[in-house]
Each structure stands twice: as structure tokens, then as C-alpha cells.
């Protein structure tokens, strides 16, 4: 069984940063893939961005693109989603997906992913 927590979320102004967090425990971080997927009120979830296990591979929306940087400290067990140039349409719940296939790639297929965290609001004013 994995566990993954969320933080970072918040209240932000257009053209703002914000940084989510996701720490996991409960398995070999750092042998797994792991990826960021967001979900507006009344849409669907959809896919930002995945990482592959070692940090080499990663795979980003389009409209997420030179804004948004996945990271990960494997020391930490932690993955990082650094969300800059904030849209309001940015808005949504985030969470954070693990893979469970060892050596896993990044790939933005939810049903790739096994486990999810409980989410952290994201909120983006005009």
C-alpha cells in the first residue's frame, strides 16, 4: 500500500507561483513513476504532467507547458509541481498519482496510475 499526501495549495493571484508537494510512503519512491493530474468543479480530471522513476522522463500538458516544472528528491520522497504564470483556468483540485510498475515512465493515462492522494485545492483570482 502507498500513501501520498498533498500541500502547497492555496489562494493565488494571476500571474502568481504556488509550489504543491506530494510525499509518499510505503514503497521504494524512488524506483517508481509519479505524475500531477487536476480536476475542476463540474470537468472531468485531467493530466498535467508525470514523471518517470528516475526523474530523466517527464511529460506535460499542453497547456501547461513552460509554466509548470515536475521535480523529484528521491532522498525525500517527495514529488514537487512548481505552477508558475497562474491562469484562473488553472483552478482545480490537484492530485498526485503513483505508478506501480518498477522503472516506470511518465505517462499521462490515469488508469496507469494506482494510487492517489487526497487532493489539495488550487484557486487562481482574475
Known amino acids: 500500500q502507498v500513501q501520498l499526501v498533498e500541500s502547497g495549495g492555496g489562494l493565488v493571484q494571476a500571474g502568481g507561483s504556488l509550489r504543491l508537494s506530494c510525499a509518499a510512503s510505503?514503497?521504494?519512491?524512488?524506483?517508481?513513476?509519479m505524475g500531477w493530474f487536476r480536476q475542476a468543479l463540474g470537468k472531468e480530471r485531467e493530466f498535467v504532467v508525470g514523471?518517470?522513476?528516475?526523474?530523466?522522463?517527464?511529460l506535460y500538458a499542453d497547456s501547461v507547458k513552460g509554466r509548470f516544472t515536475i521535480s523529484r528528491d528521491n532522498t525525500k520522497n517527495t514529488v514537487y509541481l512548481q505552477m508558475n504564470s497562474l491562469k484562473p483556468e488553472d483552478t482545480a483540485v490537484y492530485y498526485c498519482a503513483f505508478r506501480r510498475v518498477r522503472w516506470g515512465t511518465a505517462t499521462k493515462y490515469d488508469s496507469y496510475y494506482d494510487y492517489w492522494g487526497q487532493g489539495t485545492q488550487v484557486t487562481v483570482s482574475s
Open positions: 514523471i518517470s522513476w528516475s526523474g530523466g522522463g517527464t
Open positions: 510505503g514503497r521504494t519512491f524512488s524506483e517508481y513513476a
